[in-house]
């Protein structure tokens, strides 16, 4: 009789011990869920965040083999948020060198280093834009200028006369104190060109001829003077001599 009653004893002690332990085992559980799912609508204990409030956006991060969810106001570096109609979702920049992108291939940040040049991240920027902090620029940002330099000489293909009508121009280049700074993007100088009048008849030159005359005019004019004095001279020795 005793040895049943302390059998029953000890099992009525051990269903309390199994149970409370039970107890316990689910408040920590409990627990655990509940700071993983302050902010979701639906929540898995493995898994954390299933489906988010209709303004957030779900992001999932891998742990091991599995993904762990949780619900954000705003996307991390390196993702962009995509709106669905049944949940929101942080999605990955497809380029590691994005910051902040608007869609998987349009970045609209880079990481230090790189510069932003119509979506993409680049180290150099291409050949016709301008470096200007994190951006390759089409144009270049308008610097501090200097003075205009004077007007060139009227010129037209090359010539200065033998035209009516040239063109002139001038440059406006950045400042000094805008050139010192480290910041300052190399831009070209500014110019302006206008119309000019030429001189039409170019000064013309003697141009003494291969023998070392003073022209051909002149040389012609000189060896037909000698041949009519050559000429006088061999009829009047041949009348002498009649």
């Known amino acids: 009789m005793h040895l049943r ?4 004893g000890m099992t009525l002690l051990c269903e309390v011990i199994r149970m409370g332990s ?16 302050q902010s979701c609508l639906e929540c898995s204990r493995d898994n954390g965040c299933v489906r ?3 303004r957030l ?14 619900c954000l106001h705003s996307c991390p570096t390196g993702h962009f948020g995509q709106r669905g ?6 999605m990955k920049c497809r380029s590691l060198d994005c910051e902040l992108c608007f869609s998987r291939d349009f970045c609209t940040k880079c990481k230090p280093g790189f510069k932003l040049h119509k979506g993409k991240c680049l180290i150099h920027c291409p050949e016709g834009t301008f470096a200007h902090q994190t951006d390759c620029l089409e144009v270049c940002p308008l610097p501090p200028l200097g003075e205009w330099s004077e007007w060139s000489v009227c010129v037209r293909d090359g010539a200065t006369c033998g035209f009516r009508w040239g063109k002139q121009t001038r440059v406006r280049e950045s400042s000094q104190s805008w050139k ?9 100088p500014q110019s302006e ?8 008849k170019c000064p013309t030159e003697r141009r003494p001829n291969k023998k070392g005359g003073l022209g051909r005019k002149r040389e012609r004019k000189r060896l037909r003077l000698l041949a009519s004095l050559s000429a006088n001279a061999t009829t009047d020795s041949i009348s002498g001599g009649a």
């Not at 109609?85 to 942080?90: G, L, P, T, Y």
């Not at 010192?180 to 070209?188: D, F, L, N, Q, Y």
């Open 180 to 188: 010192a700074t480290e910041k300052a993007p190399v831009c070209p």
């Open 52 to 54: 988010c409030p209709e």
């Open 22 to 37: 039970g107890v316990t085992q689910k408040r920590s559980a409990h627990r655990e869920t509940s700071e993983d799912c």
């Open 193 to 200: 060109t206008q119309r000019c009048r030429m001189k039409k």
């Open 85 to 90: 109609r049944d949940v929101n979702r942080c």
């Open 57 to 70: 956006f779900l992001f999932l991060q891998r742990k091991g083999m599995s993904h762990h969810g949780t």
């Open 5 to 8: 009653l302390f059998a029953f």
